[in-house]
C-alpha cells in the first residue's frame, strides 16, 4: 500500500494544488527528477556472455596453474632458452623442465633436457641448450607408460616420429604437458576429447615409432625383488 508525502502549502495566488514529494514518488516506484550538475552516463555497455565469461575465468586458472609448474633445470634464467622461444613464438613461460635420457632407435641413451613449453615440447641439448627436437603440443596424440613406478614414457607424435625418454619426474611431466595442451587449445570446462586432452595409455608393455621405418615394442617385468626389468625390441 502506497503513500504520499504531503508538502506545507504555499500560499499564492490562484488555485492551490498538494505535490507529492520525491520520496513518495520514489517510494511508489516513480522515478525522481535527476541532480543539478549530474551527468547522464549511457549504459550501452554490452556485458559478456556466461560463455565467455566462463572460458576467460578457465584461461586465467590455466595460465595460474600453468606457472606454478616446476622448473628443475632453472631455464627460465636462461638466455639460450628465452631466445629460443622467441625465435618459436613462444611466450616466456617455463612450464617443466628436467634431464631426460632419449633412447635412439639403436636403442643407445642420449642426455637431453625436456622443456615444456606453452605451446610445444622440447628436447635440449644437455650442454649447449640448443634444441634437437620440437613437438607442437597440439600435434601429441598420446602419452604412453608402464603401470609400474618406472622412467620410460614414450610422446606419441602421428606427424613425424614418436620419442622415448627415461624421465624421473614422468608424473610432473605429464601433467604439464596435459596442462598446456588444454589450454593451447583454448578449452573450456566441459570441453573433453583428444582435441583438447593428452591421453595417457597404460600398460605392460607398448609400441612407439623410433623412425620413419622403425617400430620397437617396450615391455615391463617385475621381478620378484620388486624392481621393473626393461626390454626395448623391434616389434612383430
Given at each position: 500500500m502506497g503513500f504520499a508525502v504531503e508538502e506545507p502549502l504555499q500560499p499564492f495566488m490562484g488555485r492551490k494544488e498538494r505535490r507529492r514529494s520525491s520520496a513518495g514518488k520514489l517510494f511508489l516506484g516513480g522515478t525522481p527528477p535527476p541532480l543539478r550538475g549530474a551527468r547522464?552516463?549511457?549504459r550501452d555497455v554490452r556485458r559478456p556472455s556466461d560463455a565467455v565469461a566462463s572460458r576467460s575465468r578457465l584461461s586465467l586458472l590455466s595460465l595460474l596453474s600453468l606457472l606454478k609448474r616446476p622448473d628443475h633445470c632453472d631455464l627460465r634464467s636462461s638466455p639460450e632458452v628465452v631466445k629460443l622461444l622467441a625465435k618459436h613464438g613462444e611466450p616466456p613461460l617455463v612450464l617443466?623442465?628436467?634431464?631426460?635420457l632419449k633412447i635412439n632407435?639403436?636403442?643407445e641413451a642420449v642426455p637431453r633436457i625436456m622443456l615444456v613449453a606453452a605451446n610445444a615440447v622440447y628436447l635440449l641439448d644437455a650442454e649447449t641448450k640448443r634444441a634437437r627436437r620440437r613437438m607442437?603440443?597440439?600435434?601429441l596424440s598420446c602419452v604412453r607408460m608402464s603401470e609400474f613406478a618406472d622412467n620410460f614414457l614414450a610422446l606419441v607424435c602421428p606427424a613425424e616420429y614418436d620419442v622415448l625418454?627415461?624421465?624421473s619426474r614422468k608424473i610432473e611431466a605429464v601433467m604439464a604437458m596435459r596442462d598446456a595442451k588444454r589450454a593451447a587449445?583454448?578449452?573450456s570446462a566441459g570441453?573433453?576429447?583428444?582435441?583438447?586432452?593428452l591421453p595417457v595409455e597404460i600398460g605392460e608393455s607398448f609400441v612407439y615409432a623410433a623412425g620413419a621405418d622403425a617400430t620397437k615394442r617396450v615391455t615391463f617385468v617385475r621381478?620378484?625383488?620388486?624392481e621393473v626389468d626393461t626390454t626395448i625390441r623391434d616389434a612383430t
Open positions: 547522464r552516463v549511457r617443466f623442465s628436467e634431464e631426460v632407435r639403436r636403442g607442437a603440443t597440439r600435434a625418454l627415461v624421465c587449445s583454448g578449452a570441453d573433453k576429447g583428444a582435441a583438447f586432452d621381478l620378484e625383488n620388486g
